[in-house]
């Protein structure tokens, strides 16, 4: 005898796996990104802590900034750079957050594949 929950668990299963691979179809465009954001964040903290060190000055929101010594570059650097370091910080909470959905599904799916073979495996 079949379970009359049997088709509806084994629809709902095809749509989890239809919605993971559209998911996993964005997966190279989130890590590009993520990838670029990381990229442009680094090279510009480098390339401002090199002008800093040189004695190039600065302005942030109408703030001239000058470098304060070694121990203080990093900090400006970060400052002086912020809209990059929003970019990458953006840019992996997205990542993260779409590893997250992709868990999120796959327990999902497994929960749902457990019951689907607990229905079948009931008379």
Do not use: H
Not at 29 to 34: C, Q, V
Not at 50 to 66: N, S, W, Y
Not at 80 to 109: H, N, P, Q, T
Request: glycine share 6%.
């Amino acid at each position: 005898m079949e379970n009359e929950n049997y088709p509806d668990v084994a629809i709902e299963i095809d749509r989890i796996g239809e919605r993971m691979i559209k998911l996993l179809a964005e997966a190279d465009a989130f890590g590009e990104e993520a990838a670029e954001a990381i990229t442009l964040y680094e090279k510009r903290i480098g390339i401002t802590m090199t002008e800093l060190a040189l004695g190039r000055e600065f302005d942030v929101e109408g703030t001239k900034i000058k470098d304060l010594g070694a121990t203080n570059r990093p900090a400006l650097a970060k400052c002086i750079c912020w809209r990059e370091l929003l970019g990458k910080e953006k840019a992996e909470r997205l990542y993260k957050s779409f590893y997250a959905k992709v868990d999120g599904l796959k327990a999902r799916l497994n929960s749902k594949q457990s019951i689907f073979r607990r229905l079948d495996s009931t008379p």
